[in-house]
DNA sequence: GCATTAACCACAG
DNA sequence: CTGTGGTTAATGC
């Protein structure tokens, strides 16, 4: 939007209405993603043509929280871009109890995983607020792969970021106790998620401890600590940042 | 031994 | 769904 830093008000809300005429007539008529203004970093780098084949290929739906975008066990024929708002990625493990593994912001793909590998989900994916979604064959976004290397380049680099959070997710949960793993989490859904010092408290209890590893018992009992000891202020389900210094430090001894 | 950590259980808002 | 209290098992000093 740099060309309209001079331009006189009229023309700056001209263009946002016109802007926004646009997006909805793309949402009732075919995708079209080549004016889509949520695109992913990796679809910016596709051609016209290639955007347009894409927007094909591509199904828009918005789902409510807590509809599942896809589900452990089922077959998967689609790579799901989470155009707005949060997803939580979860599996069931040996003892059928849910674990989330992350938290999906927006802008990113879900189930990228599965495009070349098993054709059956092997996690699940579902909202944790209002969302919309597009629903991308796995046909056509190979093809894109196969056809477009500043394309694939984009989606390698974030795939290597993820594997990267992942491994460090993973070292912080084998090193760290409760107490830490809590503290670490907190902060991811301030630092990276929602970028600000006070933030909704999406997941139950329940959720929150499926993703430190613990029980709803032990969360509970450890943020009553964090908020008597003043690291965190919480009511209803806002949670404030008070003490950054201290909530990381925990975060990074343990 | 004793302290700490965290799971499990039960019960009540 | 959430918070609290009691109990218990494992681990560390």
């Not at 066990?73 to 493990?93: N, Q």
Request: proline share 2%; aromatic share 10%; charged share 25%.
């Amino acid at each position: 939007m740099v060309f309209f830093r001079y331009a006189p008000l009229e023309i700056i809300c001209w263009s946002i209405i016109t802007c926004r005429k646009i997006y909805l007539m793309d949402l009732r008529s075919e995708s079209s993603c080549a004016r889509c203004p949520f695109k992913s970093k990796a679809a910016a780098v596709l051609s016209e043509e290639e955007l347009y084949m894409l927007g094909k290929a591509c199904v828009e739906v918005s789902v409510n929280r807590g509809d599942a975008f896809f589900r452990q066990g089922t077959p998967s024929g689609h790579v799901v871009y989470l155009k707005e708002g949060l997803a939580r990625i979860h599996k069931k493990g040996p003892r059928n109890r849910d674990q989330i593994l992350k938290i999906a912001c927006s802008g990113t793909y879900l189930g990228i995983q599965t495009i070349l590998g098993d054709v059956v989900n092997q996690y699940s994916a579902s909202a944790l607020t209002r969302a919309v979604a597009c629903y991308i064959r796995v046909r056509e976004f190979r093809w894109l792969i196969q056809k477009n290397g500043d394309f694939a380049n984009e989606l390698i680099d974030y795939i290597c970021r993820e594997e990267l959070s992942h491994f460090n997710r993973l070292v912080s949960h084998w090193q760290k106790q409760l107490t830490g793993r809590l503290a670490e989490t907190l902060l991811y859904f301030a630092e990276e998620i929602f970028r600000a010092r006070e933030y909704p408290m999406l997941l139950t209890r329940q959720e929150l401890a499926s993703m430190v590893g613990g029980t709803r018992e032990s969360v509970s009992r450890a943020m009553k600590e964090f908020v008597d000891s003043g690291i965190i202020g919480m009511n209803k389900k806002e949670i404030r940042i008070l003490k950054p210094e201290l909530i990381k430090k925990l975060a990074n001894s343990g």
